[in-house]
Structures are given as structure tokens and as C-alpha cells.
């Protein structure tokens, strides 16, 4: 290949010395690009600069976005059951779940935060009398002439109030803080609403704009909606049954207001990782009025067991066939979630990571691609749950 023996400013030439052959040496010069292509890639990354401080200075409204569509999908399986066998127009359905949960969340707050404040207030009251029933027990005693642990106990009790407060801040970043947002709870209210009530006709017309890969993205659509009702319910399920157990438990040991700690424990049950421990310390602050130290510890003893029986059979046998999200995948969005959007962000990480996990096989579909073992308890994340 012959080339002009000068250079000039519109190219660049690189030579190779010839190898044993005694080949002629040679040269490559690589041209300019283009004006148009110049301009063009100046384009795209002023437009993705662009796309990016839009996204950011929208995150609010996307945030409100995203939880209205994941209270949507949770709700689509309880609204299309009881139209259907109510055969009431849709809207009333939507508005009567909407009032059902919010009498709920108003009763478990008039039954359970009254009963609580209580509890704690007559444990720290009461609380030298308890020191002083321990100091009868001479093991006891000698362990504590030595560490002082009674007054470590006593000072810990009169802030019990403080404490229980601190310990509950969860609680209220989900109820009292939202509620502190009234424009926001509307919004997510009526979205959520809208959604509910024409979420289909708006996949329709979003599905009719992508021709012929319609269906495929139907069911993409399809799938993630009912992953995220399984998740719902599961997480339901398993609240229940922590309440149904802990009523009876502390029906046993004689705990006033046992249904409404039940309740206590199965509202912060659907708090991934610390939820069941939030619920668990307040329950045993009840219980020690009751008959200390037994009481206490016959809850404590119950609700590890509990804890155990919950995270090694209940929760991989809801969690892992309702959504097939890896345990790994599932740490990382819990963590995720939770520095992002705090308690609420836990809330919706599980069912986000398995939307993201249905987009991405479907990904690997479509390029022909094998996809990996990403399903919880070995199973394929191309055969979906185990049914």
C-alpha cells in the first residue's frame, strides 16, 4: 500500500519494521473523523448530560412514582378478586381497600400506642422493685456487688420512655412521617388510584407504541405485576401468622393487651431485618410487669425460636417462591434501599430486585443468551417459582 511520503495535519502514519521475510514496511494512516460524527457524539453526551439533571432534579416525582406503582401491583390481585365477586364498579372496590386499611392502621394506633406508653411508663416506675427481687438471688447478688448491674439496670429504665422512642423511629418514619407530607400521601393516594383503576389501558397504549415486541414486553409487564402481588401477600402471611403466634403466646403467660402487642409485632414484621427485633423489644417491655424475670424470658426464649422457625422455613418458602430473588441479590438491595429511601426503601427492595431480575432475564433472552442461576435455593431464573 503506498502512501504520500509527507505527512499533513489530517492524518497519522505508523510504520512497522518489516519481520525475517524481508517484507516492505508497513504503513497505516488513520484519517480524521468526520464533522458530522464529531457532531453527532458532542450531541448525544449533551443530551444524556441533560437526561441526567432532569432525572435529578425530578427524583421526587419518580420517587412518588415508584411507590405508587408498587402499592398498584399489591393491590391489582385484591381489587380484580373482590370485582369480581362483588361485581361493583371498580372504583368502589379501590375505595373501599383504601378505607379498610386506613381504619386498620387507626385502630392498631388507638388499641396498641396507649397500651405501650403504659407498659413503659409502669416498668420505669416499678423498676427498683425488680432490682430488688433480682438482689434476693445470692448468684445474683454476689455478680452484682461486683459489676453493678442493677444500677446500670435502674439508670436504663428510667430512660426507657427516651429509649422506646429512639426504638420506634422506624415506626413513625413510615406513619407519622408520611402523614407529615399530606400533598405527597394524596399524590401516591391518587396515583395509586389511577393506576389501579386504568393501569392496563395505560400498558396497552404504552405496548402499542413498540410494534412487534409487544407481547414480549407484555409479558415482562406480566410477570413483574404478579411478582410483586406474591411478595405482597407472602409478606402478609407472614405477618399474620407472627401476630396469631405471639397473641397466643402471651395469652399463655397472662399480658394484658395481648392481641394488640400481637398486632404491634405483626406491623413490624414487614420491616425486612429489623422489623421482628423492633417488635420483639417492645413486646418483652410489656411483659416484664406481668411476672418478672419468668414472663421475659419465656418471650425471649419463644421469639428467638420464632425468629429461627421464621428466617430458615417461612421466609425462603414464601420469599423464594413469591419473587426467586437470590439471597445475595437480596442483602444488596435491602442495603441499597435502605440508604436511599430509609425504611420505605427496605420495603420496596425486595420486589424491585426481582423486577429488575425479570428484566434482565428477559434481556438475556432476547440476545440468545444463557441465563445464570440468579433464582433463590438453586432453582433456574428461566423456570420461574416452583408452583
Known amino acids: 500500500m503506498s502512501a504520500p511520503d509527507h505527512p499533513t495535519h489530517t492524518s497519522l502514519r505508523t510504520t512497522r519494521e518489516s519481520s525475517e521475510d524481508g517484507a516492505a514496511p508497513l504503513r497505516v494512516r488513520l484519517t480524521a473523523p468526520p464533522l458530522s460524527g464529531v457532531l453527532r457524539l458532542v450531541l448525544i453526551l449533551v443530551a444524556t448530560v441533560l437526561a441526567l439533571y432532569m432525572v435529578w432534579r425530578i427524583r421526587g416525582v419518580i420517587q412518588l412514582l415508584v411507590i405508587s406503582l408498587f402499592f398498584a401491583f399489591a393491590l391489582f390481585p385484591v381489587v ?34 396507649p397500651s405501650v406508653v403504659r407498659e413503659v411508663q409502669t416498668l420505669s416506675r416499678d423498676a427498683p422493685h425488680y432490682a430488688a427481687e433480682l438482689r ?39 406513619t407519622v412521617g ?89 406491623f413490624f414484621d414487614f420491616i425486612p431485618l429489623i422489623g421482628a427485633t423492633l417488635g420483639a423489644i417492645v413486646v418483652a417491655l410489656a411483659t416484664v410487669p ?62 424491585s430486585a426481582a423486577a429488575i431480575q425479570i428484566i434482565l432475564r428477559e434481556w438475556w433472552s432476547a440476545k440468545g443468551l444463557k441465563a445464570p442461576d440468579l433464582g433463590a435455593d438453586g432453582v433456574r431464573a428461566d423456570e420461574g417459582p416452583t408452583r
Open 80 to 113: 380484580d378478586a373482590a370485582a369480581v365477586r362483588t361485581r361493583a364498579p371498580r372504583a368502589v372496590v379501590i375505595l373501599a381497600v383504601y378505607t379498610i386499611l386506613a381504619l386498620l392502621v387507626g385502630l392498631i394506633g388507638y388499641v396498641v400506642i
Open 136 to 174: 434476693r438471688d445470692a448468684t445474683f447478688r454476689h455478680y452484682d456487688d461486683r459489676y453493678h448491674i442493677t444500677a446500670k439496670l435502674l439508670r436504663d429504665a428510667h430512660r426507657l420512655p427516651q429509649l422506646l422512642a429512639r426504638a420506634a423511629g422506624p415506626l413513625k418514619d413510615v
Open 178 to 266: 408520611a402523614a407529615s407530607f399530606i400533598a405527597q400521601l394524596i399524590t401516591v393516594l391518587a396515583v395509586t388510584f389511577l393506576l389501579v383503576l386504568h393501569g392496563r389501558g395505560y400498558s396497552e397504549l404504552g405496548l402499542s407504541l413498540v410494534g412487534r415486541r409487544q407481547q414480549r414486553y407484555r409479558q415482562v409487564i406480566i410477570d413483574i405485576k404478579d411478582s410483586v402481588a406474591r411478595y405482597t401477600l407472602g409478606n402478609i402471611s407472614i405477618s399474620v401468622l407472627a401476630t396469631i403466634a405471639t397473641w397466643i403466646v402471651l395469652s399463655i403467660l397472662g399480658v394484658p393487651y395481648a392481641l394488640a402487642l400481637g398486632l404491634v409485632v405483626g
Open 290 to 351: 406481668v411476672s418478672f424475670p419468668t414472663a421475659t424470658i419465656v418471650w425471649i426464649a419463644f421469639i428467638i425460636v420464632w425468629q429461627r422457625f421464621e428466617d430458615y422455613v417461612v421466609q425462603p418458602l414464601v420469599y423464594g417462591r413469591a419473587v426467586n430473588v437470590n439471597p445475595l441479590v437480596t442483602i444488596i438491595s435491602l442495603l441499597v434501599g435502605a440508604e436511599l429511601l430509609g425504611i420505605l426503601g427496605v420495603l420496596l427492595a425486595i420486589p
